[in-house]
């Protein structure tokens, strides 16, 4: 029986040259990292398939924001999604979220939400790793001290050049 009909990816007989080893390691490595590709693939298509059907299955916005929330948190295994839509340079209010579906509708007021914040001013998404210790948060530590997280991203939404709000 052949040794690739075993499982075998590859061999080389001695005597052997440094290049053909080096070659045939990088050929190894080439088709590892396209299988990994090809499976993340596979996994990322099921995941959009899923939120398709989720949100076909209604033509409310609400509805449909809620199971985008849901969907994130549940596969990227977050405790809390929110998406919030600014309404002017000081407050903003939570369209959805997956944790608290009765916080739609809820204004915010941008100043208690230093990441929100630092998202506009910069432009970009912002990551906080430490929520606890982290000193943007310092002058809103006594609010999150109760809360189970550590970690906070926060992505911003565009429209036409402008952030409109944030995936939170």
Not at 138 to 167: C, K, M, N, S, W
Request: aromatic share 6%; with cysteine.
């Amino acid at each position: 029986m052949s040794a690739f009909a075993e499982g075998v990816d590859d061999y080389i007989t001695k005597p052997f040259s440094t290049n053909e080893l080096l070659a045939r390691v990088q050929a190894n490595l080439y088709k590892r990292d396209a299988l990994i590709l090809v499976e993340q693939k596979k996994v990322d298509a099921g995941i959009i398939l899923d939120l398709s059907l989720a949100i076909a299955s209604t033509l409310n916005a609400a509805k449909i924001l809620q199971i985008i929330v849901a969907r994130i948190a549940e596969h990227v295994n977050m405790r809390r999604c929110s998406i919030v839509r600014f309404s002017d340079s000081s407050h903003g209010h939570v369209l959805a979220s997956n944790d608290d579906p009765s916080a739609k509708g809820l204004r915010i007021e941008l100043s208690r939400y230093p990441e929100l914040q630092e998202m506009i001013r910069t432009g970009r998404a912002f990551v906080v790793k430490d929520a606890k210790r982290h000193p943007l948060l310092a002058e809103v530590r006594e609010y999150i001290e109760d809360i189970d997280f550590d970690t906070i991203l926060v992505i911003p939404i565009h429209h036409e050049q402008e952030i409109i709000g944030a995936l939170f």
